[in-house]
């Protein structure tokens, strides 16, 4: 919505984005915006994204916790176009809700690669990733045990991935920092969540 031209009513994703100035390529009419980073929770399947995020919710006024599922619920997500759709809508409505003058934080597990390659993006500061991790014996026991999970190769992709997130700082051209949670509770790991997010908005500001 807020791309949308006032004056010409142009609602095409054709806007010319220049710091906290959005312009209209038809009328050339221009407008300001409250442009803030956007966050990314991420990590592998059963490390505890959703948990964090509920007890940000419960604790945290600074920012809108979100989690990126509610488009995997609704939307297509077969091919890599669909994939590419659903950043797409997220960074659409983060764009909207951020001219409360609050970032927004979503939990994701895959598709950082494309965070950086869709139109929307141009209307952020910067986009940071934090990735949780854990040793491969808890990630184990919270899948089978915590949530259930019986299919192995389920289990075995998840701990993949938490290795990569362990063994590398980026995915694609998006870079991550990591969040070890082993052995902290989970108010713990929200706190530092917390002040990873407040961190890199006071630096972005």
């Not at 934080?105 to 390659?117: E, F, P, R, S, Y």
């Not at 949530?147 to 991550?176: C, L, T």
């Amino acid at each position: 919505m807020v791309e949308q031209c006032i004056r010409c009513g142009n609602t095409k994703w054709d806007k010319k984005v220049e710091n906290d100035t959005i312009i209209c390529p038809q009328c050339g009419y221009n407008w300001k915006y409250t442009r803030l980073p956007l966050f990314v929770l991420t990590g592998c399947s059963g490390i505890g994204k959703t948990t964090t995020a509920h007890e940000l919710m419960l604790n945290t006024t600074e920012f809108i916790v979100l989690d990126a599922d509610i488009f995997f619920n609704i939307m297509p997500h077969e091919t890599q176009e669909d994939y590419f759709e659903q950043i797409e809508q997220i960074e659409n409505i983060s764009k909207d809700i951020m001219q409360a003058g609050k970032p927004v934080l979503w939990t994701m597990a895959g598709n950082l690669d494309k965070l950086n390659k869709v139109y929307n993006r141009n209307f952020f500061s910067d986009i940071y990733c934090l990735a949780l991790v854990c040793d491969e014996e808890s990630l184990r026991n919270r899948m089978r045990q915590g949530r259930g999970i019986e299919d192995e190769g389920w289990i075995e992709s998840s701990v993949q991935y938490n290795n990569y997130f362990k063994e590398h700082d980026a995915i694609g051209d998006m870079p991550f920092d990591v969040c070890n949670t082993e052995g902290k509770e989970i108010r713990e790991v929200a706190e530092e969540v917390k002040n990873w997010v407040l961190d890199k908005l006071t630096r972005s500001n």
